[in-house]
């Protein structure tokens, strides 16, 4: 059998449905502040949090969000207008950005550029930085060869 994600009898709504209409809420609420603001900066709105008197608003760079909280008042009267309740606090968070997995590759050098790795390294091993060097070229031929 499956777990039920809220086992609180007393809610007229399932668990999934609970989040579905929270879910909503915080759209609808974003949706407010989104129309209350310059459209440059509402598309940098991307969700909202609310709890009680306190508003959680999520953008998607520093420079977006310390332009958001210029608008402070403006975002807070918006919201209560809405709610019909006072709105005290805003908070304003920066979402991190998902990287791209290709991204995070790093390029391997060409045979040119390992064969030029080399003959700079062709001394004698006796310094912990050639050993080094050497311990690195190695790798990234092994590492070359296996990409073939």
Known sequence: MFKQPFKNKNLPLNGLQHIQQNLNQQRLLLL??????????????????????????????????????????LILKTLSDYSGA????????????????????????SRTALKVLCEANNAELTDNLKISMNKLIKTLQKNKLSKL
């Open 86 to 109: 006072p709105v005290h606090t805003l908070k304003i968070k920066v979402l991190s950005k998902q990287r791209d997995i290709n991204q995070s590759i790093p390029k391997s050098p």
């Open 32 to 73: 407010q502040v989104q129309s209350a603001l310059p459209k440059d900066l509402a598309t940098h709105c991307l969700h909202i949090t609310a709890s009680k008197k306190n508003v959680t608003l999520f953008t998607d760079s520093s420079v977006w969000a310390s332009k958001l909280l210029y608008l402070r008042q």
